[in-house]
């Protein structure tokens, strides 16, 4: 009885994967109709062929400008809509 548990606590501490991929935003306070951009940072946690661009869809607005910073990142703009919906 006393293995089993040892088994099952080792089991349980074994570290999560990391997410495939991060963004990050320069600001993270945008309001739509006010703010215009902010910077995007995309983190992927594999090596991609250089040929390679991962493609974004945003729910509100669009990202432009999206450059290779190393083998696994990249940096772009996030460009927000002009106007806010009610």
Known sequence: MIAIAS???????VEPEPPAVNLTL???NL???IDQ???LRVQVNH???EA???RIFT??????DLTRT???SWVGRYVLLAERFL
Not at 7 to 13: E, F, G, K, N, S
Not at 59 to 64: C, L, R, W
């Open 31 to 33: 309001v739509l109709g």
């Open 7 to 13: 088994l099952v606590l080792v089991l349980a501490q």
């Open 59 to 64: 729910s509100a607005g669009h990202v432009d």
């Open 70 to 72: 190393g083998v696994r």
């Open 37 to 39: 951009e902010t910077e």
């Open 26 to 28: 320069g600001s993270t």
């Open 47 to 49: 090596d991609v062929d």
């Open 52 to 54: 390679e661009t991962p």
